[in-house]
């Protein structure tokens, strides 16, 4: 069995990061994207700030709400990690 791989909280930021812009540029609330996305606000607050590690269902969802493919969220996601910081 391969050991587990540690979570990144790098990318949990990055990823959480990315979600908030783009909740913000829809004018959506956490309340109303999380209905949406099937999680409960709190659990998207968590994501949003780093402390949540979404499953793939709840990405899935996440994505769906926003409306975008889970593969262009993990695009932007990796985007925003791949920023050095400060750069904007």
Known sequence: MNPRVPQDPQAQLALGEVIRQLR???GSSQEALAEVAGIT???LSLIERG???PSWTTFRGIAG???IAPSELAKFAEKSEARKPGEN
Request: charged share 15%; hydrophobic share 35%; net charge neutral.
């Open 65 to 67: 709400a926003l409306g």
């Open 41 to 43: 606000p709190n659990m």
């Open 51 to 53: 402390e949540g590690n």
């Open 24 to 26: 913000a540029k829809q």
